[in-house]
C-alpha cells in the first residue's frame, strides 16, 4: 500500500456540485400532500424481497482490490440481478444529451464569477462516470485541485480514506486521481457486506449526531454524497455544517458559515465572501421538520430504487438509479395509492420553480454588475457596502441551495419556494440600497 504525504490546500471542491437528472426521495411534498393527510405509507408496508439465487446460498465473499474494496463486477456472478441493473445505469452517459447550465442559467457566468463553476458546469452522468467526469471538467483540469475532490467519485478513495486516515484528503488532486478505476458502486453503501446498509464516509456519519439512529440507513448511504459539505481549511477533511438533522436547514447551515467566517471565494471587484451550496438533497429531505415524504417513512430508495421481478421470478431491489416518475410499475402500484396523476403534479411544481430560478437568477446577476460598477466608480464604499455584501451573499446562498438540489422543488416544495422568498427578499433590498 502507499505512503501518504501531507500537502496543504484549501477551500471546498470545485466539482463538489452535481446537478442529476432523477430527484430525491420524497416525491412529493407540501404541495402535493392537500388532503391526503389519511393516505396510507406504503414505504412502512415493505413487500418482501428475495434474494439473487446464487447469494441466498452460502458464498465466500470475491477477492478484493489492493484498497479493500470488492468491485461491482467481482460481485455479478453472486448478485446477477442487482449487477445487471447497476450497468443499465451507462445509459445515462455523458453523451445521453445533458445541459450546459452555464447556457440554462446564464446569469451563472456572473454569479459564480471568479470561482471554478464559472468555468464549466454541466449536467451530471450516472454514478458510472463518476470517475470521467471529474477528470474531464474544466473546474480540475484548469484549476489545482486537492485529492478531498475525490470524495466520492470512487470507493477505492473512501477505503484509502478509511484505512490509512484522513490526510489522504490533502493531497493533490492529480497526483492520485489516475489511481483509482472503480466509480460509485457496491463498497460505498455496503463497503463488503451487501447484505447490510453501511455508511463508508464516516465524515458524513458523524455530522448526523444524535440523529444517526432515527434516520434509516437507506437515506444515509444516499446522503453520504448528496448533501451539503465544505474542507476543513486546516485539515482538508469534507465537513458537514451541522450536526443533527435540527441544523440541517437553510438558516441554520448559513449561521454556521457567518459564525466561523468562512467563505469560498471573494467575488471580484466587491469582495463579497460568497458561499458555493452543493447537493443539499439529504438536508432538503431530512433537515429540520423533514418532508412529508420522509416523515411518511418514505426513503431515496424506496423512490429511486424500486423493485423489479426477474425472469424466473425472484424479486430484487433495482440498482439502477432513476427518477420514480420513470418507473411506471411504482407509478401504478405505489404513487396511484395518493396521486391520481403524479407526473402532471410534479411537472408544475418544477416549473413553478424554474421560473422563479430563472427570475432570481437575473435580478442576482443585476446586484453584482452593479455593486461591481459602482465600487469602481467608487460610490460604494463603507457601510453600505459592507450591508450589500452581505445581502448579495444571503440572496445567492439561499438561491444556489433551491438551484443546485437535485429535486427541483418536488423533494420539498415549501422549503423550496420559502427559501427562495429569502433569496428574493435579501436581492430586492440591496437593489433598492443601490438605486
Request: negative net charge.
Amino acid at each position: 500500500m502507499r505512503k501518504i504525504e501531507t500537502p496543504h490546500g484549501k477551500a471546498k471542491c470545485a466539482n463538489g456540485k452535481t446537478k442529476v437528472t432523477m430527484w430525491g426521495a420524497g416525491v412529493a411534498s407540501f404541495a402535493l400532500v392537500v388532503g391526503l393527510v389519511a393516505c396510507a405509507p406504503a414505504a412502512t408496508e415493505k413487500t418482501e424481497v428475495s434474494a439473487s439465487p446464487n447469494a441466498a446460498a452460502k458464498h465466500a465473499t470475491p477477492e478484493a482490490d489492493e484498497y479493500g474494496v470488492v468491485t461491482a463486477e467481482a460481485w455479478k456472478d453472486i448478485y446477477p440481478n442487482e449487477y445487471a441493473s447497476y450497468m443499465a445505469n451507462e445509459s445515462n452517459s455523458p453523451d445521453s444529451g445533458k445541459k450546459n447550465y452555464l447556457e440554462t442559467y446564464p446569469a451563472l457566468n456572473t454569479m459564480y464569477k471568479g470561482y471554478a463553476f464559472s468555468l464549466d458546469y454541466d449536467q451530471a452522468s450516472s454514478h458510472l462516470y463518476t470517475l470521467d467526469s471529474v477528470k474531464d471538467t474544466l473546474r480540475t483540469q484548469k484549476k489545482e485541485q486537492l485529492a478531498n475532490c475525490i470524495t466520492c467519485k470512487t470507493p477505492q478513495f473512501t477505503a484509502l480514506v478509511n484505512s490509512e486516515g484522513d490526510s489522504v484528503y490533502a493531497e493533490k488532486f492529480n497526483d492520485m486521481i489516475d489511481e483509482f478505476d472503480e466509480p460509485i458502486s457496491c463498497y460505498n453503501c455496503h463497503e463488503n457486506d451487501p447484505k447490510s446498509n453501511t455508511v463508508a464516509s464516516k465524515f458524513f456519519f458523524d455530522s448526523l449526531g444524535p440523529d444517526a439512529d432515527s434516520i434509516p440507513k437507506d437515506a444515509q448511504v444516499c446522503g453520504q454524497c448528496h448533501n451539503e459539505y465544505y474542507f476543513n481549511s486546516e485539515t482538508k477533511v469534507p465537513t458537514n455544517p451541522y450536526s443533527g438533522r435540527e441544523q440541517m436547514t437553510p438558516d441554520a447551515i448559513l449561521a454556521y458559515y457567518d459564525a466561523m467566517g468562512f467563505a469560498d471565494w471573494k467575488y471580484p471587484g466587491t469582495d463579497t465572501p460568497m458561499i458555493k451550496v452543493q447537493h443539499p438533497e439529504f438536508e432538503t429531505n431530512y433537515g429540520g421538520s423533514g418532508s412529508y415524504m420522509t416523515n411518511l417513512g418514505y426513503t431515496c430508495a424506496d423512490c429511486h430504487m424500486g423493485k423489479s421481478t426477474a425472469e424466473d421470478g425472484t424479486v430484487y431491489v433495482s440498482h439502477e438509479w432513476k427518477s420514480p416518475l420513470e418507473n411506471e410499475d411504482l407509478l401504478a402500484n405505489d404513487c396511484s395509492n395518493c396521486h391520481s396523476d403524479l407526473k402532471t403534479e410534479v411537472a408544475e411544481i418544477q416549473s413553478h420553480q424554474e421560473e422563479r430560478v430563472q427570475a432570481i437568477s437575473k435580478k442576482i446577476e443585476q446586484l453584482a454588475n452593479t455593486m461591481t460598477d459602482q465600487v469602481a466608480a467608487g460610490t460604494l464604499t463603507g457601510d453600505k457596502l459592507a450591508q450589500c455584501q452581505k445581502l448579495h451573499r444571503n440572496a445567492q446562498f439561499y438561491w444556489d441551495f433551491v438551484m443546485v438540489e437535485n429535486g427541483d422543488g418536488a423533494h420539498n416544495s415549501q422549503l423550496s419556494d420559502n427559501t427562495l422568498d429569502k433569496s428574493e427578499k435579501a436581492v430586492d433590498e440591496a437593489l433598492a440600497l443601490l438605486a
